[in-house]
T-cell receptor, first 114, second 114 residues
Framework: GAVVSQHPSRVICKSGTSVKIECRSL??????MFWYRQFPKKSLMLMAT?????????EQGVEKDKFLINHASLTLSTLTVTSAHPEDSSFYICSASRGSDEQYFGPGTRLTVT | SQKIEQNSEALNIQEGKTATLTCNYTNYSPAYLQWYRQDPGRGPVFLLLIRENEKEKRKERLKVTFDTTLKQSLFHITASQPADSATYLC?????????????FGQGTTLQVKP
């Protein structure tokens, strides 16, 4: 149990376009979902925390107008990278929590902006 | 300033030996600390959680210790196997107010040679 999926696994987009990444908890209801980004050979950096039905809480330095997060249901959160630029190219990973201390991570989405 | 550091970027050991990875933190009072495994291009996979009032936790060939005086956690893999080769991340939840927010170390890449 506790499987989290992400879609797409890889996406290439042109500079200036927007990209949506989905994060789903497949077999449990996630009270909280988290979005991270990871640069090559670097650690995961928390971008934002989202609770179902409420606005996401963004970490310092993360532009909320650029990284739109929607947590419409207890099993789905989406991250939209708006007006993407090459510096937004990264590995984006979501995780989901069902209220306990454990977080279950998705497999990640590799975004490349050309 | 607050820091969480894993003091080796890479660790190479021979199959059958015990791998010991270190995680040190500064200016945090974590309620608990977690260890994850991450394979290339994949999301982290939860391994173990240890709370501030626990000294040691075991799971099969894995052992974690937590010393709040030294502000350090050690992660051991006994009888290591080539399949244990991966990047291992420590993460903590800062403070006792549990929002589930995880702060990650930069990871240690373990290579187990046959």
């Amino acid at each position: 149990g506790a499987v989290v999926s992400q879609h797409p696994s890889r996406v290439i987009c042109k500079s200036g376009t927007s990209v949506k990444i989905e994060c789903r908890s497949l077999d449990f209801q996630a009270t909280t979902m988290f979005w991270y980004r990871q640069f090559p050979k670097k650690s995961l950096m928390l971008m934002a925390t989202s609770n179902e039905g409420s606005k996401a809480t963004y970490e310092q330095g993360v532009e909320k107008d650029k990284f739109l997060i929607n947590h419409a249901s207890l099993t789905l959160s989406t991250l939209t990278v708006t007006s993407a630029h090459p510096e937004d190219s990264s590995f984006y990973i979501c995780s989901a929590s069902r209220g306990s201390d454990e977080q279950y991570f998705g497999p990640g989405t590799r975004l490349t902006v050309t | 300033s607050q820091k969480i550091e894993q003091n080796s970027e890479a660790l190479n050991i021979q199959e059958g030996k015990t791998a010991t990875l270190t995680c040190n933190y500064t200016n945090y009072s974590p309620a608990y600390l977690q260890w994850y495994r991450q394979d290339p291009g994949r999301g982290p996979v939860f391994l173990l959680l240890i709370r501030e009032n626990e000294k040691e936790k075991r799971k099969e060939r894995l052992k974690v210790t937590f010393d709040t005086t030294l502000k350090q956690s050690l992660f051991h893999i006994t009888a290591s196997q080539p399949a244990d080769s991966a990047t291992y991340l420590c993460a903590l939840v800062p403070g006792s107010g549990n929002t589930g927010k995880l702060i990650f170390g930069q990871g240690t890449t373990l290579q187990v040679k046959p």
